[in-house]
C-alpha cells in the first residue's frame, strides 16, 4: 500500500482485510499487507515465503488492488 494508506478511511466491511485475525476468521485466509517503503527487495522476500508451502509447494497470491 502507498505510504499514505489508512485504514480507517476504508468502509467498515473493507477493514476486514487488513486486521489478520478478522480476515482469517471472516474469509478463511491468511491476508498480510505492507506498505510501499519496505522496498522491492523486502516484498519479494515476503511473496516468495508467503508462497511456499511446508512442503515447498508454491500456492496462490492473491493480490488486490483498491479504487
Known sequence: MDEDFD???LAAPAQDVF?????KLRFQS???WARAS???????LW?????TSG??????IVELELP
Do not use: C, H, N
Not at 519496505?38 to 519479494?44: F, N
Not at 512442503?55 to 496462490?60: C, I, P, Q, S
Open 55 to 60: 512442503t515447498f509447494r508454491k500456492r496462490g
Open 38 to 44: 519496505i522496498g522491492k527487495e523486502a516484498l519479494d
Open 7 to 9: 485504514i480507517d478511511r
Open 30 to 32: 491468511d491476508v498480510f
Open 47 to 51: 511473496l516468495d515465503t508467503y508462497q
Open 19 to 23: 486486521d489478520s485475525v478478522r480476515a
